[in-house]
């Protein structure tokens, strides 16, 4: 019996946005057994998912479930979608922010409700929003 499942959850007719799709394969046993590797739109981490034994199945999941997006820049505009809610609870989560009203982009704290900047209530004002960018690792020289 081959054991593919095909996944749930979505929105008919909506596909996952993404900026980087990859079909890999790994073995069970003595069968190949082929996965999707993918990484949403405004995520730094990869998924793995809509898999099977038949790489013609695992194809088919890519074409009927993502939609690859190429950008420009890494602004992703609020009308497009909101950060994931974070992963605790009363947390906040920091992003840079942009705002119809100031010029300059700036940090701003996503907690899954509502966008904040230290104290006031940026909600309504968030435009486009991105990650922050890993920090700055000095490189050593070795002479």
């Keep these: 019996m081959d054991k ?3 996944p749930i959850g979505n929105k008919p007719g909506e596909k996952i946005k993404v900026d980087s ?6 073995t069970h046993g003595d ?14 981490c990869y ?11 695992a194809l088919e999941y890519r074409e009927k479930y993502f939609e690859l997006v190429e950008r420009e820049n890494d602004w992703i505009p609020v009308s497009e979608r909101l950060p994931k809610k974070p992963e605790i609870d009363g947390d906040s ?14 940090i701003g704290y996503w907690d ?23 920090p700055y690792k000095e490189v050593e020289d070795g002479n």
């Excluded at 899954?112 to 968030?126: A, K, N, Q, S």
């Design 112 to 134: 899954g409700r509502e966008w904040t900047d230290e104290e006031v209530d940026i909600l309504d004002e968030v435009i486009a929003w991105m990650p922050l960018p890993e």
């Design 47 to 57: 998924h793995i998912g809509y898999s099977s034994y038949r790489l013609d199945v």
């Design 31 to 44: 069968k190949p057994y082929y996965e999707n590797k993918y990484r949403e739109v405004g995520d730094k």
């Design 21 to 26: 799709i990859d079909t890999i394969v790994t």
């Design 93 to 106: 989560d920091d992003y840079i922010v942009q705002t119809r009203r100031v010029a300059q982009p700036f």
């Design 4 to 6: 593919t499942y095909e």
